[in-house]
């Protein structure tokens, strides 16, 4: 995977699970012996499982841990479900709604890495928004 001009990155790929494409991009689940599943979006990785709650704790904690009283989290994009399972350890979070314009994304992510939602789109809490997240926004 080329990160770029100069720099890219190479691992050993097991096997692919899933291969898609959506109405927004290419999809594809592979099992990789370096980081576990990841999730690739037109051919650039996404999130891994070996490492993915680095970053998914590093873009929410910060921010909720710094509100004095975190209640409704807007999440614009987040498909594989993992930032919304962060917000969602926030016992006086009452609703996250995350937008995110891909349902392929979601859909694959929940079937194929149960691990990175841990079960949000059960969540009372959680709602998901199929659409544009700035059109969210402007109509909100």
Known sequence: EAVTRNFSTRVSLRTVLHNSKSDFQ??????????GTVLVLDGKTQSAQADEFVYHECLVHPSLLLHPNPRTVLIGGGGELATARECLRYPGVERVVMVDIDPGVVDVSVQHLPQWSAGVQDDARFELVIGDAYEYLENC
């Open 26 to 35: 290419q999809i594809q689940i592979i099992d990789t012996d370096q980081w």
